[in-house]
């Protein structure tokens, strides 16, 4: 019994060991991130804000290293949410030196390691990240952002053939949302006896916005005028 | 019968009051027409308002397009249009009193019924010529000026948005919707001119009824909401907007969806049971009017 003990617990001090720094994880991100110069991905964009109705739009998504990036209609309305474009995981990552990173273990039921990334500039606008990796695969699978400016995001990426560039197929966007109102007079609505006012469990329901991308083009270039 | 309605058609028509709505129609579209070109970007900004902290800006000449400039046109106008059918429908029994040619109408070999039944149609296909122009003006000549583009529809509490290819129907809908309201209205300044004998009463009389109706309408007064405001064929002139009003599933507009097509439907027999009230009125009293001029 006493030998099994000391066999099971010499196997754990030797995982512990093998497992790697959170250091080493964020580089092994990082330099999958930074395999990606430039990319063009077409994407369909559903919104799921309570106080909106809005069919799916297509959208064109473009990004440029170090940090632009650049979110287009390509028909129909779209509602991208305010700040979105400007977090940027690759170029906040790639500031190396300018984060301090807390492991905070392993989520119980998903066993995705966390780590707080807790940015050193006082200027960036990432005020904390929380990222949920897949150590094996290298992904960061769930990031929640504090933002000094646009509150606090929450992204889910699912990654299909463009895992090996860290480029998701799916990313969820969760956000607070701020109430919706305008004066009746202008408006002039029809009662049509339906509720328009969510009830107060939706009410403050988060708003999410879901971006599923259909093709990538990786490093073909793409002009800086597009960004303008 | 027929020759009675050409008749009175081309009286209607040889009016120089009947041309001033379709003039006075045609002057304040192109002005709104040309503001929202030019300034169309405050008017997104309002609309937009309500969103502007949570999203990035949309830019407005995707919002701002044919369907949404249609809208905001029919959304100003459809209160007023309905006082310029007032002008005709008021003017079609009491302007042939006024001009002492009622009794010379009425000695003609047709029944009292059948010459209320030609003055109204005529005055029903004038509002419906006024309402098609509106519909070349308001959407097909804003279509042409800005283009088509999916729909926004602001509301109080929600941003409903539909694709370009779900729109048209809509408004189709819409108009036929619109034409049921305005001949409510030309019934009410029909009746009305029944009852006198000069055609500024009942003109004057409709466009107060109107005015007073839409101020209650629009007053958000809990105790009139209640008890005066669903009867009021005013509030049920609005049911255009019902079209416009669309379903979602987890936030996603299910395309050809109305919202609630009841309450539209049902709009739409109240405003038919008031112009059948209206109509029923002014042929039992012209029935029995002593017409005397």
């Known amino acids: 019994m006493k030998k099994m003990f000391i066999i099971i617990l010499a196997c754990c001090m030797v995982s512990e060991l093998l497992a790697q720094t959170p250091q080493e994880l964020v580089n092994k991100i990082k330099a999958k991130l930074e395999k990606v110069n430039d990319y063009t991905a077409r994407g369909k964009l559903k919104t799921n804000v309570v106080f909106i109705k809005a069919p799916i739009a297509s959208v064109k998504v473009y990004y440029k290293k170090p940090d632009k990036m650049k979110i287009v209609n390509e028909n129909g309305i779209s509602f991208i949410p305010k700040g979105s474009v400007n977090i940027n995981l690759a170029k906040f990552l790639s500031a190396a030196g300018n984060y301090e990173i807390v492991d905070a273990g392993k989520e119980p039921v998903t066993g995705l390691r966390i780590l707080k990334l807790l940015p050193t500039d006082e200027n960036s606008d990432i005020v904390l990240s929380t990222l949920y990796i897949d150590e094996k695969a290298e992904l960061i699978k769930k990031a929640k952002n504090t933002t000094r400016d646009n509150g606090t995001y929450e992204l889910e990426m699912t990654y299909g053939k463009y895992a090996t560039y860290g480029l998701p197929d799916k990313v969820i966007f969760s956000f607070n949302t701020k109430d919706y109102k305008l004066p009746k007079g202008v408006t002039f609505d029809y009662d049509d006896g339906s509720e328009q006012k969510p009830d107060d469990n939706l009410k403050n329901k988060k708003g999410k916005v879901e971006i599923t991308y259909s093709e990538y083009l990786i490093n073909k270039g793409v002009d800086d005028a597009i960004f303008k | ?293």
């Open chain 2, 1 to 293: 019968m027929i020759s009675l309605l050409k008749i009175e058609i081309f009286k209607i028509f040889k009016k120089p009051r009947t041309y001033i709505a379709f003039a006075v129609i045609s002057l304040i579209i192109i002005l709104i027409q040309i503001a929202l070109k030019f300034g169309g970007k405050e008017y997104v900004g309002l609309m937009m308002s309500g969103m502007g902290d949570s999203f990035e800006e949309i830019p407005t000449k995707i919002v701002l397009n044919g369907y949404l400039v249609c809208f905001i046109i029919l959304n100003l106008l459809l209160i007023h249009i309905p006082i310029l059918v007032a002008l005709v429908a008021g003017d079609a029994i009491a302007g042939e009193a006024n001009m002492g040619t009622l009794r010379l109408i009425a000695s003609k070999p047709v029944s009292r019924i059948q010459l209320l039944i030609v003055k109204f149609t005529a005055s029903v296909i004038y509002t419906l010529m006024l309402l098609i122009w509106v519909a070349f003006l308001a959407l097909i000549v804003s279509i042409a000026l800005f283009g088509v583009n999916w729909l926004g529809v602001p509301r109080e509490l929600q941003f409903n948005v539909m694709e370009s290819d779900d729109v048209l129907w809509r408004y189709a809908l819409a108009f036929c919707f619109a034409a049921i309201g305005l001949i409510c209205v030309a019934a009410l300044a029909f009746m009305l001119s029944v009852f006198s004998d000069n055609s500024i009463g009942p003109i004057v009389v409709t466009v107060c009824v109107i005015i007073v109706f839409t101020i209650l309408t629009q007053l958000q007064i809990p105790f009139y909401d209640e008890t005066i405001k669903p009867y009021l064929f005013t509030t049920h002139m609005l049911g255009w907007k019902g079209f416009f009003y669309v379903k979602a599933v987890d936030g996603v507009t299910q395309k050809g969806s109305i919202e609630n097509l009841s309450a539209i439907l049902k709009s739409a027999a109240v405003l038919i049971g008031y112009t059948a009230v209206f109509l029923g009125i002014a042929f039992w009293y012209f029935k029995r009017k002593n017409i005397l001029s």
